[in-house]
């Protein structure tokens, strides 16, 4: 694979989640403020649900697998703890980020 292809291939994984996030911003949204950033306090982390791609997606090389690498890296970077299966059942109020990448085909 040439760096074109795996430049243009990082890219596409970029756009889809930012499109993912896009589309999901009714549904929630967050706010970096003081007030608002109390809300956080004491939760101790969340745990990432990837719903499936299309088939002919993943033959691009946007697979289901790469988002939720990509989408607990950039958790952790944050500095927020990724909760595993266990720990996310063992959590009261059982914290969870779903990430639906819709990509017209």
Do not use: C
């Amino acid at each position: 694979m040439g760096t074109a292809t795996t430049r243009r291939k990082g890219w596409f994984v970029w756009i889809a989640l930012s499109m993912s996030f896009l589309n999901s911003a009714s549904n929630a949204h967050g706010q970096d403020e003081e007030v608002t950033r109390s809300t956080l306090r004491g939760f101790s982390g969340v745990h990432v649900v990837v719903q499936p791609v299309a088939p002919q997606i993943e033959k691009e090389g946007l697979t289901t697998d790469q988002i939720q690498k990509d989408t607990e890296a950039k958790i952790r970077a944050a500095g927020m703890k990724v909760l595993s299966k266990a720990e996310f059942l063992k959590t009261p109020g059982k914290p969870y980020l779903d990430v639906n990448a819709n990509i017209p085909l």
